[in-house]
Every structure is written in structure tokens, then in C-alpha cells.
């Protein structure tokens, strides 16, 4: 796990927890031992290289992504992504349609009103 997301998640933890409980529990791996605690959620966080971690979180959230680092990508890396950024451009279909129909050819067929 990178630091940078190391210190969004406890920079989040600690906006929910007063003084007293900032101890070594907020980095823990196992469960918090302890009977008193602030409502946190199950969430999933999603790295940008698609890794996925299950965290609490103190939103009720389901999955949270974190961006993407474009730095870190190559060239033809960034350029797809920019391609699929762009608005798909319309298709316009015109059809001609030759239109050769003679209404004097089927005068014939009509009746005379009397």
C-alpha cells in the first residue's frame, strides 16, 4: 500500500476520533480491541493499479477509487486514455431515395364521384 494512500485513509480515521482513542489501533492489521468506537462503514478501496483493499471507513460508502497517476503511464498508455475522454463523434446516415412514382399512372383506378 503506498504512503500516499496510507495518509488519506488515517488523515480520514482521525477527523472521526477524539484525542482519547489515537493509538496504535489506527494502524492495525487485526481488529480494534476496544468496546467503545466511532461508527465506521466496510468499504472497498480500489488502487489505481487495480489492487483492492477492504477498509472502515467512516462514510457509508461502498467502493472508493483512487485516480489514476498519468506520470507513471507511457505514451500510447496516455493517448488511449485521452481518446476515450474525448465525445464519440455521430455518425450522420443520409439516404437518398430516387422517387420516380407517377400519380397519372394510377388515375385509371379511381373512381368518378357522380
Given at each position: 500500500?503506498?504512503t500516499k494512500v496510507l495518509l488519506t485513509l ?90 420516380d412514382f407517377n400519380a397519372k399512372k394510377y ?8
Open positions: 500500500m503506498t488515517k488523515s480520514s480515521i482521525l477527523n472521526v476520533c477524539p484525542k482519547r482513542y489515537l493509538n496504535n489501533t489506527l494502524s492495525s492489521v487485526t481488529k480494534i480491541h476496544r468496546d467503545i468506537y466511532p461508527r465506521m462503514y466496510p468499504t472497498t478501496v480500489v488502487l489505481s493499479d487495480g489492487a483492492s483493499i477492504n477498509i472502515r471507513y467512516h462514510e457509508p460508502r461502498k467502493i472508493i477509487k483512487l485516480p489514476l497517476d498519468l506520470s507513471q503511464l507511457t505514451e500510447e498508455e496516455k493517448k488511449m486514455r485521452l481518446e476515450k475522454r474525448k465525445p464519440k463523434k455521430k455518425v450522420k446516415i443520409t439516404d437518398d431515395v430516387e422517387d388515375l385509371k383506378y379511381m373512381k368518378k364521384k357522380k
